[in-house]
């Protein structure tokens, strides 16, 4: 029963990069900014929950609280300093911005640590779980498990909530938005911060699944993820989910084909064809826009 297994893997490995998407896809659906250096606070999430879990002797739930809490912080700081002045310049001037942030982030974070890599305790050993004859690790249950209540969690704040409905408010017409009172400065802040505390809590259990962390890990799955968010409808957060989902499944049976040398080319040839014949993506709106 090895498809078992590597279905799971490919839900595991896309779960992570639908929680990176989503960052993507709300900054993306109210601000109309591609935030590049999104990819780098999953990093920074990853080495917080490392220190949490080694430094500081706390458990892996308290450790995931601890990098979703404080990559919040710094992903509305982000927006404060490096964004929202440029939120009326040319997107070209907001994009070279993202990158530099992006560089800049990395960097600081070389700067302040060294390069080296670090290795994620192993928290849960060599369990396994033996589900019809086949033998799942228990670490991809549980992040599987920890992925879809933080998505379940989203889909509450944005249907439910005060603030969650402004952001549909603001993403819908945020001039309309501001007439009727409602704070867009404050609405795209939350936003951010939500968007930047998924990515956190996916840099922690990326480090739970694979072990290795180093400053540079953002670069690969951060445009990984922002291709799951152009897969599923960049704007949507159902498509970031979906789309996160069919690329980690892809990417799982690409190498269990024998090709995992291409696995992240794979992730590109699938963009160019989004791109190509459906740029909207699976699950966004074909909208004309006059330049």
Known sequence: MDWLQQLLNGISLGSIYA??????????????????????????????????????HLGFIPSILLAMAITSIIGVLIERVAYRRLRNSPRIAALTTAIGVSLFIEYTTIYIRGP????????FGNDKLHILGATIRADALIILLIS??????????????????AMRAVSYDAEAARLMGISVDRTISWTFALGSALA????????????????????????????????????????AMIGGLVLGLVETWVSALGFSLV?????????????????????????????
């Open 19 to 56: 929680l990176i998407a989503l960052g993507y896809t709300m900054v993306y659906g109210i601000v109309k900014l591609i935030n590049f250096a999104h990819g780098d606070v999953f990093m920074l999430g990853a080495f917080i929950g490392f220190y949490g879990l080694t430094a500081l």
């Open 116 to 123: 080296q890599p670090e290795a994620y305790p192993d928290l």
């Open 148 to 165: 879809i209540v933080l998505m379940l969690l989203l889909q509450w704040i944005v249907h439910y909530t005060k603030i969650g409905k």
């Open 200 to 239: 956190g809590a996916a840099g922690v259990i990326f480090g739970l699944y694979y072990t290795k962390i180093e400053p540079l890990m953002g670069l690969i799955p951060g445009l990984k993820a922002f291709i799951a968010a152009v897969l599923g409808g960049i704007g949507s957060i159902p498509g």
């Open 263 to 291: 696995r992240d080319a794979v992730a590109f040839v699938i963009l160019i064809l989004i791109l190509l014949f459906m740029p909207q993506g699976l699950f966004g709106k074909n909208v004309r826009e006059k330049v």
